[in-house]
């Protein structure tokens, strides 16, 4: 084993049923590879835990998880291209509608969530009144009415704004209202309406960039290696490309396989640690395409001895900060050469 993610599917659960407990149904988003925990794992983890929709971005992603056997309501909340609604339909998911032409499209067996934009400035219309003609448009095929928010994890008052806004609109129509993301939901028990679409809370990372047990959320991914070497640099040896580490004195170096190539962003060079045996070690020069090396200081470790680049306490939203991100960046960008191991 070079480098793998580890996903608790047990974490992916038990954060689905926190979720599903805030006392609306829980839409659980899987999208962009279930945050890269792996969509497929993950829709059927939080299904366990109580969720009673899924949600992805694209119509492929849709059609993956029907392709493996998932069943229960799934949104697309994606834009669709006429190549890609075939897909969508096909995979029996339901679609985001904010326009006449595109409703007038769709198949009578088809399901429309209409899009207010309230102040996300993406998809869906601002024009009231627009929405309304297409959900007059979509008529037996109206499922739901929806909205998203800009600002759920740092700017409250603005999220209230969308808030009003939204609601008695959307009350009209008489049938299932949705506006909160992860942050909304556990923010704003006004914002929850008759679904919650929750991503990042699913996989145990914190909508507000903090610490996730402040929420009672539990991490589902580590990211672990190995040190695969273990060597003296003599005081003035240099380590790694463009010599950016050199010996201050004697020192052991150990070097991880794992890079930028994996995942492990070349941005944490002369920032990152790592875990090894429970011990804090700073990255040493930098970060390359497939490899890492970390500073032992005076007490080598064993070849061989794991090391933990996420996880144990090391949090994805520590190394987002570190990187000027948010921890949904990390989990995304783990590559696929990076394999998924599941536990329970
Ligand atoms: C991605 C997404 C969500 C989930 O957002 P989180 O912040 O990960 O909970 C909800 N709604 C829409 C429209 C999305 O695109």
Redesign the pocket.
């Known amino acids: 084993m070079r480098a793998l993610a580890r996903i608790s599917t047990g974490a992916i659960e038990r954060n689905a049923a926190r979720l599903a407990g805030l006392g609306a149904p829980l839409c659980a988003?899987v999208?962009s590879n279930g945050y890269g925990h792996g969509a497929v794992q993950a829709a059927r983890a939080a299904q366990r835990g109580g969720a009673a929709w899924l949600?992805v971005?694209t119509a492929v992603e849709a059609a993956e998880l029907r392709a493996a056997g998932i069943d229960g309501p799934l949104l697309v909340?994606g834009a669709l291209a006429p190549d890609e609604l075939r897909i969508a339909l096909e995979a029996d998911a339901d679609v985001v509608a904010w326009r006449e032409a595109f409703v007038d499209g769709l198949p009578a067996s088809a399901r429309v969530h209409v899009k207010l934009d309230t102040g996300m400035g993406r998809l869906g219309t601002r024009d009231a009144a627009e929405g309304e003609r297409v959900a007059a448009a979509a008529g037996s095929r109206l499922v739901g009415i929806m909205t998203?928010f800009a600002t759920s994890d740092d700017d409250p008052a603005f999220m209230h704004q969308q808030l009003e806004r939204f609601v008695p609109w959307a009350d009209q129509f008489g049938v299932m209202r949705h506006a909160a993301?992860?942050?909304g939901a556990l923010g704003e028990p006004a914002a929850r309406l008759d679904l919650i679409?929750?991503?990042?809370?699913l996989y145990g990372m914190d909508?507000f960039h903090r610490d996730p047990a402040e929420h009672g959320l539990e991490p589902a991914l580590s990211l672990v290696s190995y040190v695969a070497e273990v060597k003296r640099a003599r005081a003035g040896e240099s380590v790694g490309y463009g010599r950016r580490f050199i010996a201050a004195r004697d020192t052991w170096i150990g070097t991880i396989p794992i890079g930028y190539g994996d995942g492990y962003r070349r941005g944490l060079t002369g920032v990152g640690e790592v875990l090894l045996d429970g011990r804090r070690v700073p990255l040493a020069g930098t970060v390359s395409m497939d490899n890492i090396t970390v500073d032992l200081g005076d007490e080598p470790v064993e070849r061989g001895t794991e090391a933990v680049l996420i996880g144990a306490g090391l949090l994805a939203e520590d190394m987002a900060a570190k990187l000027g991100t948010i921890n949904?960046e990390i989990t995304c960008g783990l590559t696929a050469r990076v394999p998924r191991e599941y536990v329970p």
């Open positions: 988003v999208k949600a971005a909340l998203h993301n992860s942050a679409r929750c991503g990042i809370a909508p949904y």
